[in-house]
C-alpha cells in the first residue's frame, strides 16, 4: 500500500513536455529562444529550467509560433510586447535599459571609490596616533635619511 502511494504521488515529477517538430533544425530554434527568455515568475531561470505554470504557458505560446513558422525574433518580440524587456536575458541596449547595461560598472566604480576613501582614512588613523616622541624620532630619521 506505502508503495502505491509513492508511485502514485510521484507521477507528476516524472511528467515530461513531448513535443513533435517538423524537423532538427525548429527544434534547435524553440530550445535556442527557450534559453534566452527568462521566466517571470522565478526571475533567475531560462523558461527552459522553469517549473512554474506560467513557464509551462510561455512554453506552449513559444511552441505554437515556432511550429506556425514565425521567427525567433517574431516570438520573442510577442514576449517582449506584453511582458516588456524583462523578459529577455540580454535586453537590447536602449534608454529604457541602459542602467541594466551601465548599472554594475557605476556600482564597481562607487565600491572602489568608497574602498579607497576608507584606506586613505585608515592612513590618516595610523599617522594621527603617533606621540609627540614618536613623531620627533621619526623627523629625526627623515632627516638622517635625507642627508
Given at each position: 500500500m506505502f508503495l502505491l502511494l509513492?508511485?502514485?504521488?510521484?507521477?507528476?515529477l516524472l511528467a515530461v513536455e513531448?513535443?513533435?517538430?517538423?524537423?532538427?533544425?525548429?527544434?534547435q530554434r524553440y530550445?535556442?529562444?527557450?534559453?534566452?527568455?527568462?521566466?517571470?515568475?522565478?526571475?533567475?531561470?531560462?523558461?527552459?529550467?522553469s517549473d512554474a505554470d506560467l513557464a509551462?504557458?510561455?512554453r506552449d505560446e513559444v511552441y505554437k509560433m515556432i511550429h506556425d513558422g514565425k521567427s525567433e525574433q517574431?516570438?520573442?518580440q510577442f514576449l517582449v510586447d506584453r511582458y516588456g524587456d524583462f523578459v529577455l536575458y540580454r535586453p537590447p541596449f536602449k534608454l529604457q535599459t541602459v542602467l541594466l547595461w551601465i548599472g554594475?560598472?557605476?556600482v564597481l566604480m562607487v565600491a572602489l571609490a568608497v574602498a579607497g576613501h576608507q584606506a586613505r582614512?585608515?592612513?590618516?588613523?595610523?599617522?594621527?596616533?603617533?606621540?609627540?616622541?614618536?613623531?620627533?624620532?621619526?623627523n629625526d630619521l627623515k632627516n638622517r635619511l635625507g642627508e
Open positions: 509513492i508511485v502514485w504521488f510521484s507521477a507528476p513531448v513535443r513533435q517538430f517538423a524537423g532538427p533544425e525548429e527544434k530550445e535556442n529562444l527557450l534559453r534566452d527568455l527568462r521566466c517571470l515568475v522565478c526571475q533567475n531561470q531560462s523558461l527552459a529550467d509551462r504557458d510561455l517574431e516570438a520573442s554594475p560598472l557605476l582614512l585608515r592612513v590618516r588613523a595610523a599617522g594621527a596616533r603617533l606621540s609627540v616622541d614618536e613623531r620627533a624620532r621619526l
